[in-house]
């Protein structure tokens, strides 16, 4: 069987979200990764009467040998969501990281107010998974966030019983992904001194956001240098 890499993923840019040329994130790896750091997703999914409904929660993803892309979830089924997998809707994904507000104050020279952040969003259909295929995700979920647990336990830990009844009360999906846009507004059209003024002024904050947000563009302007 042959392996394929998240290189040879393939990725179509359609004009579904808004982002400037200089802003767009194009590399399959950045977006593959950042999906995977940033796990805890905003999913929407449209009604029979046209209504958006969406739902935050924690999604895997996961990239098959044969290179398909699929993003994995559960919800409640008290969740109005839990009526709409399966139809041929398409479903939006999105996944956010750092943010930050930008003061015009910081450049040199009259300008406005901006936000720097980062992003992906991921169109797709869904499919609702088996019994079998919910007990095999929620099994790598517990494993996967449960690393940092001084006490972790596991789906194993509980008995088998006892997990099939909670699991009555949820439905798992996936949602193979068809086409994905990423967005790094992180002041790339700036010049080195209004950009290095960005980042001072970032790290003067004592919010997390936007310290991670500095980190984002040290490291990019740092790469597009070399």
């Known amino acids: ?9 393939p990725v179509v ?3 579904t ?10 590399d ?25 409904i969406a739902t935050h929660l924690p999604i895997k993803l996961q990239v098959d040998a044969d290179g398909t892309a699929l993003l994995i979830g559960h919800i409640s ?28 104050s910081w450049y040199d020279h009259v300008n406005v107010p901006t936000w720097n952040y980062l992003s992906v969003q991921v169109y797709g259909r869904t499919r609702v998974l088996t019994d079998e295929e919910t007990l095999a995700l929620l099994r790598t979920q517990v494993d996967k966030y449960e690393t940092a647990s ?17 699991m009555k009360g949820l439905i798992a999906f996936e949602l193979t992904i068809e086409t994905m846009q990423g967005a790094a ?10 950009h290095a003024a960005i980042v001072k002024q970032l790290r003067q904050r004592d919010d997390v956001e936007s310290h991670r947000v500095a980190d984002e563009m040290e490291k990019r302007r740092e790469g597009n240098s070399k």
Request: with cysteine; charged share 20%; net charge neutral.
């Open 1 to 9: 069987m042959t392996t394929i890499t998240d290189d040879q993923l």
């Open 13 to 15: 840019y359609t004009p």
């Open 17 to 26: 979200m808004y982002v400037p040329k200089h802003f767009q994130e194009n």
């Open 28 to 52: 399959r790896k950045e977006l593959l990764q950042f999906m995977r750091e940033h796990s805890f997703a905003l999913l929407v999914l449209t009604n029979e009467a046209g209504v958006p």
């Open 77 to 104: 089924k008290a969740n109005q969501l839990a009526t709409l997998f399966g139809k041929q809707t398409p479903a939006l994904a999105v996944f956010s990281g750092p943010h930050a507000y930008i003061s015009s």
């Open 150 to 166: 001084a006490c972790p336990v596991s789906i194993e830990s509980m008995t088998e019983a006892y997990v099939r009844q909670q």
């Open 185 to 194: 507004k992180l002041s790339q059209n700036r010049d080195d001194v209004n």
